[in-house]
């Protein structure tokens, strides 16, 4: 399994559209792939889930990812996450 | 895939489908809706229910959503809740659509049980106090 802390830094957060194309994303991979933020543990590929994390710009959350692409969904999870989820800013 | 029908009081379903298209960034497959209004002809809204049924059942049922129990819509759908195919919720709200949109490729009824769950989910009181 591969935990890593990231941080919000897209300016509207995990909003509705950021979490589209994060489930997006997630479903690809044969990985469980899990998002916690203040304890609270969702599964990533589930977009209801995800905004109901409430996560704006500045929070802190951890990516938990377990199966056999584990290591590529991280990386292209962390990417999307750097890239600001394409939004610019 | 679950085929998903929307009877709604006016527009509501219409405006529902295209924001739901914005955020999942795409159109929207075995997804349709039915105004229902003052005006409207209850034998023409069954049979466009019908036929919209037939359209959207690609083997894996529909589910059918309105927005208020016991208004004209829900009461319309009263007659549909008996056929194995069909399963009838109400309480649409935008979370209800999009966990239906997003997670509808196994059982009616496991679709509609998570969609309720969403809908109940997304009604939070944000003040602390």
Redesign the interface.
Known sequence: MIQKKVKIINKLGLH??AS??L??LTSLFSSEIFIIKNNKKVNAK???DI??LAASVGSEIEIQVSGLDEKEAIKQIEKLFQNYFDEGE | MIGILLVTHGEIGKSLIDCSSNILGKSINLLECIPVGPKSDLKECKKLIENKIKNLDVGSGVLIITDIYGATPSNILNQYTTQNNIVVITGLNLPMLIQAITDRDGTLSETSKACMQSAEDGIIQMNSK
Do not use: C
Request: proline fraction near 0%.
């Open positions: 509705a559209r589209s194309k489930t997006q589930n977009i209801m905004l109901m």
